[in-house]
């Protein structure tokens, strides 16, 4: 740390060592968000990949294809004066210590930063297969790169975001693509039949095949055995299941997680020991907005929520208010994290954007026709926006987010007809 910076923090108290646990988006946006806030104590990232940090999203589109080489973050961590530990696994947390034991040794900390991310689901069964591949990293994606190039025949477990990209980049590689996915539909967990029964055409007009209802009960080298029992041959199996947080490190630790594995971190995203804070896809969050608590896995939730990590670590240290503080002449703004989620797919030559938060009950309008190439659905309750999700259509996307933020009232009839702009359907407010 600079000398100067030493004695600034000093005199505003911040000279404590944050240390930040997984260097993804929100370990690293963490580190950027604290130094753009001012604060100038030691800050130190520790990521388990030996990669310079990288971003996701383009592992399943531009990388996986080659026509990137990484994703590398243009972050520059020496002029931020952050110190990146890469290729350290944390292992575990000694809260009353405040110590987290690490692959390279114990790691001292006055305030802790956990964003592990989350790791994907592995088929049982299906571990050192040969030909099984997950993708979740750089090198996951380095290792189908060669699979893609070769033009193999593929089967993919699961018809999810990551299943529908990676059948997307396949397709366009020129690979034999069959989709195995045990719900009825894709998209299962995330959207209900009728909006996803179209986006299951967009798989047969790219030239795979999508399989329903039957899931993947073994796999063997060169060949998939169903559960409905046929047989694909498969030179290579690619597992798109889901993801789980990444947290089985801290069993033992004392601190809460919920039954998703998440740490259940508060509005403020801190977590239930002192000075111990959780972001990203490793942490759920309680929304006041959608009325339950939230687990978001993407990318968007990675970005926002180290702002609010950066505040409260700040005030913490500084042992200010965590409203309306001032540390280092810079004001730190504290509402409690309550983003309207947002997350877009790029998948079968479509974009595919959501935002808010819907239910199964909340009433579902269409705007447009999904049989053509551009159309969104809105969900509502009680008359009030609650999610959107647009394909191609960007504007109402935008449009919708704002509403949903604003928590508006809409007209029905104008917000089903896809010729009104969005921002022209909020209701007036009742006096
Ligand atoms: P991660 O990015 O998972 O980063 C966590 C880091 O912590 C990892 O590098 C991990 O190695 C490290 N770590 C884990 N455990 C430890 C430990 N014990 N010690 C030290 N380090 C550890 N979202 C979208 O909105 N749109 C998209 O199009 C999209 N595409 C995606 C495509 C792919 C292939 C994937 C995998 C995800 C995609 N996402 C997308 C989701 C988005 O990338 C994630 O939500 C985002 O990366 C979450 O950031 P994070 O920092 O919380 O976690």
Redesign the pocket.
């Known amino acids: 740390m600079s000398e100067q910076r030493t004695e600034q923090a000093r005199d505003a108290g911040t000279d404590r060592h944050v240390v930040v646990?997984?260097?993804?988006?929100?370990?690293v946006q963490t580190a950027v968000a604290l130094r753009e806030r001012g604060f100038t104590g030691p800050v130190t990232v520790?990521?388990?990949?030996p990669h310079q940090p990288y971003?996701?999203?383009p592992?399943?589109k531009a990388v996986l294809l080659g026509k990137a080489e990484d994703s590398a973050f243009d972050v520059d961590f020496a002029e931020l004066d952050v110190t990146l530990r890469l290729g350290?696994?944390?292992?575990g947390l000694r809260p009353a210590e405040r110590v987290l034991d690490?692959s390279a040794g114990p790691v001292p900390y006055e305030a802790l930063v956990l964003?592990?991310?989350?790791e994907p689901l592995t088929l049982p069964g299906s571990e050192g297969v040969p030909g099984v591949h997950l993708?979740?990293?750089l090198d996951d994606a380095a290792r189908l790169r060669p699979v893609l190039a070769a033009k193999h025949r593929i089967v993919v477990a699961g018809a999810g975001?990551?299943g529908a990209?990676f059948a997307t980049a396949a397709r366009e590689a020129g690979c034999e693509v069959t989709v195995v996915e045990a719900a009825g539909q894709p998209l299962a967990g995330a959207l209900p039949a009728e909006v996803a029964a179209p986006m299951a055409r967009w798989y047969e007009q790219a030239g795979a095949v999508l399989l329903t209802g039957t899931r993947v009960a073994a796999v063997q080298e060169g060949r998939v055995l169903l559960s409905d029992g046929r047989e694909l041959p498969a030179d290579a199996v690619v597992v798109g299941i889901g993801a789980r947080p990444?947290t089985g490190?801290l069993a033992g630790s004392g601190i809460e997680r919920g039954p998703d594995g998440s740490v259940t971190a508060d509005a403020r995203l801190r977590t239930s020991l002192p000075g111990v804070y959780a972001?990203?896809?490793?942490a759920s969050f309680p929304s006041a907005r959608f009325g339950e608590r939230l687990l978001v896995?993407?990318?968007?939730?990675?970005l926002q929520g180290p702002r609010t990590v950066a505040a409260d670590v700040l005030a913490d240290t500084a042992g200010a208010p965590a409203a309306g503080a001032a540390v280092v002449g810079v004001p730190v703004e504290a509402p409690d994290y309550d983003p309207v989620p947002y997350?877009?797919?790029?998948q079968f030559g479509r974009f595919v954007q959501y935002a808010g938060h819907h239910r199964p009950e909340d009433t579902l309008l269409w705007r447009g026709d999904p049989a053509e190439d551009t159309w969104s659905v809105c969900w509502l309750r009680g008359g009030i926006l609650t999610a959107v999700l647009a394909v191609g259509r960007p504007r109402d996307l935008a449009q919708g987010r704002k509403l949903i933020e604003a928590g508006a009232r809409v007209d029905p009839d104008r917000a089903a007809d896809p010729a009104v702009p969005l921002k022209s359907v909020a209701l007036p407010e009742p006096v």
């Open positions: 646990v997984g260097a993804g988006m929100a370990g520790l990521g388990a990949e971003d996701r999203p592992l399943s350290v696994e944390a292992t690490t964003a592990t991310g989350a993708l979740r990293t975001w990551i990209e990444a490190w972001v990203g896809d490793c896995h993407h990318w968007d939730n990675a997350f877009w797919s790029e």
